[in-house]
C-alpha cells in the first residue's frame, strides 16, 4: 500500500472508531439483592426503566441457590457466602418476576421498571 493510500485508510479507520464507548459495569446504577435462607431480600425491588442497570446478588446462605427469571431471560447460581452480577439491558416500564430455582416457593421477587 502506498503511503497515501495508507494515510487515506487510516483516516477512513478513524471516522469508523465510535465517539463514545460503552459504560463499564462499575458505572451503571447498581441495585442489590440478597438471598438468604430460601428467600430474596427485598422481594421487590425499584428499577429505572429505559436504562441499563446492574444487580449485584448476594448469598448469604445457608445453601446454594439459583436467580432466575423468564423474562428478561437471566440466570446465576451462587454458593453460600458467593457475590456476583447480572447486567440489564434497559427494561420497558413493568414488573419483572424473578425466583430461586432451589427454593421455588419461597425464594421469589419483582423487579418493578418505572
Known sequence: MTRPSLLR????????????LP???????????????????????EVPANTKFK??????????????????RKEKVLAPGATSFLIYQPLAPGRYPFFGEFHPDTARGVLVAH
Open 23 to 45: 459504560a463499564l459495569a462499575d458505572d451503571l446504577p447498581t441495585f442489590n439483592l440478597v438471598v438468604k435462607d430460601g428467600r430474596f431480600v427485598p422481594e421487590t425491588l
Open 9 to 20: 485508510f487510516l483516516a477512513l479507520c478513524a471516522l469508523a472508531v465510535p465517539v463514545a
Open 55 to 72: 444487580l449485584v446478588i448476594r448469598n448469604d446462605g445457608p445453601g446454594p441457590e439459583e436467580f432466575e427469571s423468564n423474562f428478561p
